[in-house]
């Protein structure tokens, strides 16, 4: 079982240093799984640029995603979603969620580096 998939391209919009903190963070206990423009990143799974097929079969172990804060509508994002993805993204962007979509989506704030909902446990899981 994948924890967490991150579809990572090497963009000035796209990731930025609190996105590093966040993954480096998560990898001392989870599974965390890269595709896209290679970067390296410890204790993750780099595995490469894969095609729309493959996507999907990761997409299927897959607990987690998490956005760049750029688009909250990627193709990718929608790709999350109809497979049950659950997307991690910055808080700040809220206002691009639609409103039937919001349970979908995990608000992070990276400043406070914490979870805006206290019911989230998703880390003890």
Known sequence: KIFMIIYYRNHENKFFKHHYNFINKLT????VVIFGDYIKIPKTSYVGKLN?????????HSRY?????DNLLSLFNLECLRNDVKIIYNYKLKFQ?????????IPYNYEK???????IFWLNR
């Open 52 to 60: 729309r097929v493959e996507i999907l079969k990761y997409l299927k």
């Open 28 to 31: 001392k206990n989870k599974k």
């Open 65 to 69: 995603s998490l956005s760049g804060d």
């Open 113 to 119: 580096k914490k979870f805006l909902y206290k019911s």
């Open 97 to 105: 969620i639609p409103k039937n979509l919001v349970k979908y989506y």
